[in-house]
T-cell receptor, first 115, second 116 residues
Framework: ETGVTQSPTHLIKTRGQQVTLRCSSQ?????VSWYQQALGQGPQFIFQ???????GRGNFPPRFSGLQFPNYSSELNVNALELDDSALYLC??????????????FGEGSWLTVV | AQSVTQLDSQVPVFEEAPVELRCNYS??????LFWYVQYPNQGLQLLLK??????LVKGINGFEAEFNKSQTSFHLRKPSVHISDTAEYFC??????????????FGGGTRVLVKP
């Protein structure tokens, strides 16, 4: 139990649609990041939010966007879904951007299937 | 930028036998190192991490890892595995700067299958 919860756990969308995934960080954690894990691969960093501002982004197009709310919960939005977006989406939280090697805690993920 | 290579995609091992999972990394800056485990249909759980100090790091469930700076390696070991250790294992690095935030760079994973 990491204290990071994600919803929904599974969902199926049609190509071209939009999806919103949600994450509740561990209590007090002000930094959240999102990762995409395609089947059989390691997680890939999408972006990070610190105190409601995006302050780091991986190699993902602008149709991947996010929000962090004052209570530090977070959303990942993906527009114009493509088949290759099918993956496990992981949310991770930590205190103060992982400074000094603070532990980064992961949720159990949201499985997205695009058909 | 950082990159991580896990040299074995799959490692079959018999119960109570030892196991070693190999991880090499490349980075232009100093890094923290991590091993995570992912059980089927679950998220990632931290096994252990190397921040500084002793190069031998002990983690949960009897795992340990050794940091070798000259070889840029961080291999994971367990002297005697159990069936419950069947899972996928990920090596990851993060740059030692606040600007790096939560950005972990992961390897491709090693699937461990423990056989009775």
């Amino acid at each position: 139990e990491t204290g990071v919860t994600q919803s929904p756990t599974h969902l199926i969308k049609t190509r071209g649609q939009q999806v919103t995934l949600r994450c509740s960080s561990q209590s007090g954690h002000n930094t959240v990041s999102w990762y995409q894990q395609a089947l059989g691969q390691g997680p890939q960093f999408i972006f990070q939010y610190y105190r409601e501002e995006e302050n780091g982004r991986g190699n993902f197009p602008p149709r991947f966007s996010g929000l962090q709310f004052p209570n530090y919960s977070s959303e990942l939005n993906v527009n114009a879904l493509e088949l290759d977006d099918s993956a496990l989406y992981l949310c991770a939280s930590s205190l103060d951007q992982g400074a000094s090697g603070n532990t980064i805690y992961f949720g159990e993920g949201s499985w997205l299937t695009v058909v | 930028a950082q990159s991580v290579t896990q040299l074995d995609s799959q490692v079959p091992v018999f119960e109570e036998a030892p196991v070693e999972l190999r991880c090499n990394y490349s980075s232009s800056v100093s890094v923290y190192l991590f091993w995570y485990v992912q059980y089927p249909n679950q998220g990632l759980q931290l096994l252990l991490k190397y921040l500084s100090g002793s190069t031998l790091v002990k983690g949960i469930n009897g795992f340990e890892a050794e940091f070798n700076k000259s070889q840029t390696s961080f291999h994971l070991r367990k002297p005697s595995v159990h069936i419950s250790d069947t899972a996928e294992y990920f090596c990851a690095v993060r740059a030692r700067s606040k600007a790096a935030g939560n950005k972990l760079t992961f390897g491709g994973g090693t699937r461990v299958l423990v056989k009775p």
